[in-house]
């Protein structure tokens, strides 16, 4: 299978999917269509099985409720922000003393 660079841009995860499941994806460049890269899978010790899981867990819907009873959120969440809260919250001036230095 052959693939514009614009067709890559776009389609990446098709192209990916293709080459995973064996077809060899080969991007081209320019007016020409000069060959310039090919997308192979790597070989991994994890089975390709495992990665399509990732997709079903995905489309599997969530029970509505599921912490009902365990969360409580009080009237003080509705209420507005103070100046200073605010201004602490929008400029993020504690974030290194609240959650270290990045």
Same mark, same amino acid.
């Given at each position: 299978?052959?693939?514009?660079?614009?067709?890559?841009?776009?389609?990446?995860?098709?192209?990916?999917?293709?080459?995973?499941?064996?077809?060899?994806?080969?991007?081209?460049?320019?007016?020409?269509?000069? *060959?310039?890269?090919?997308?192979?899978?790597?070989?991994?010790?994890?089975? &390709?099985? !495992?990665?399509?899981?990732? =997709?079903? %867990?995905?489309?599997?819907?969530?029970?509505?409720?599921?912490?009902?009873?365990?969360?409580?959120?009080? *009237?003080?969440?509705?209420?507005?922000?103070?100046?200073?809260?605010?201004? &602490?919250? !929008?400029?993020?001036?504690? =974030?290194? %003393?609240?959650?270290?230095?990045?």
């Amino acid at each position: 299978m052959e693939a514009t660079m614009h067709q890559a841009k776009t389609r990446l995860s098709k192209l990916v999917k293709n080459a995973i499941s064996g077809q060899e994806v080969i991007l081209t460049c320019g007016q020409k269509r000069i *060959p310039v890269a090919r997308i192979l899978p790597i070989d991994s010790a994890q089975p &390709l099985g !495992e990665i399509s899981a990732a =997709d079903v %867990a995905r489309k599997t819907k969530r029970p509505l409720g599921l912490y009902k009873g365990r969360i409580e959120i009080g *009237p003080e969440f509705f209420e507005p922000l103070s100046e200073e809260e605010l201004t &602490l919250w !929008e400029r993020g001036e504690n =974030d290194d %003393a609240l959650f270290g230095s990045a």
